[in-house]
């Protein structure tokens, strides 16, 4: 299954494009308030890559979010 829809939501497998979004979330302090420390770019592309390993290896694991409409 390459992505679940729903009204508002679109669960996808990841793309070359979410990158420089997921990093910029990634290195906002507010966004990251509640975890450990905001990400630099390089380790928010290895969290994407670990992502996209784990759905191949694996057939689950984290998929990207976006808003539907």
């Given amino acids: 299954m390459s992505e ?3 009204e508002r939501l679109v669960l996808r497998q ?3 494009e979410d990158r420089a ?3 910029a979330l990634n290195a906002d302090p507010i966004v ?3 975890f450990p420390s905001t990400m630099t770019r390089e380790a928010s592309d290895a969290f994407v890559d670990f992502n996209i390993a784990a759905i191949a290896d694996r057939g ?3 998929w990207a979010v976006e808003a539907d409409g």
């Fill in 60 to 62: 689950w694991g984290l």
């Fill in 4 to 6: 679940l829809r729903t």
């Fill in 21 to 23: 979004p997921f990093a």
């Fill in 32 to 34: 990251m308030e509640h």
């Fill in 14 to 16: 990841w793309r070359e």
